[in-house]
């Protein structure tokens, strides 16, 4: 099974709305990933997890908390969004990181408007 | 730094005539590359990747793709274009722990 999950898949929120976004999948990878991506450009990096600690923040603004709760489960916390954050979040696994096989494997996304 | 280009943003293919979607790679060391489809309002679904071995490497859905080092090139192919086969495409390269992705390539499979 290589399926990455998302919830929710769509969410509207006021810019002073607090919300989560959660990923979920039972692939035993253990590296998480969060992306941002606007409307017909490539993901954009914002946050890996591997081992369940942080690893990477790509200068994300404080406004975005991510939270690996255990190693299945990956949440970005948002809290003071601006209307330029309107985008589709994605999550994705891969099985490590650093050697052999890192294909990753993304969730459908949820699509995040901020009004 | 690793990056990849693909030169094209879209490209047009009557179906069921051959397909080629192109990428190319600058790298230090030795290449990871991938290609990823996108469908509308989807994430990312991984296609096929090399890491070494045979220049040509078969994926999903009938792709395959080309790794040429004198090209430094990695060029996605499909002997037979389907409609179903519209959708968003990007190449990528592993750049340490992260994935640095193309800007992305619309393939149009027209009937």
């Known amino acids: 099974d290589t399926e990455v999950t998302q919830t929710p898949k769509h969410l509207v929120m006021g810019m002073t709305n607090k919300k989560s976004l959660k990923c979920e999948q039972h692939m035993g990878h253990r590296a998480m990933y969060w992306y941002k991506q606007k409307a017909k450009k490539p993901p954009e990096l914002m946050f890996v997890y591997s081992y369940e600690k942080l690893s990477i923040n790509e200068s994300v603004p404080s406004r975005f908390s991510p939270e690996c709760p255990n190693s299945s489960l990956l949440n970005l916390h948002l809290h003071a969004l601006q209307p330029e954050d309107s985008a589709l979040y994605l999550c994705a696994s891969s099985l490590n990181r650093g050697r052999g096989s890192y294909e990753q494997y993304f969730g459908p996304g949820t699509r995040l408007t901020v009004t | 730094a690793q990056s990849v280009a693909q030169p094209e943003d879209q490209v047009n293919v009557a179906e069921g005539n051959p397909l080629t979607v192109k990428c190319t790679y600058s790298?230090?060391?030795?290449?990871?590359l991938f290609w990823y489809v996108q469908y509308p309002n989807r994430g990312l679904q991984f296609l096929l990747k090399y890491i070494t071995g045979d220049n040509l490497v078969k994926g999903s859905y009938g792709f395959e793709a080309e790794f040429n080092k004198s090209q430094t090139s990695f060029h996605l192919k499909k002997p037979s274009a389907l409609v179903s086969d519209s959708a968003l495409y990007f190449c990528?390269?592993?750049?340490?722990?992260?994935?640095?992705f193309g800007t992305g390539t619309r393939l149009q499979v027209f009937p």
């Open positions: 990528a390269v592993r750049d340490t722990d992260k994935l640095i």
């Open positions: 790298v230090s060391g030795n290449p990871y």
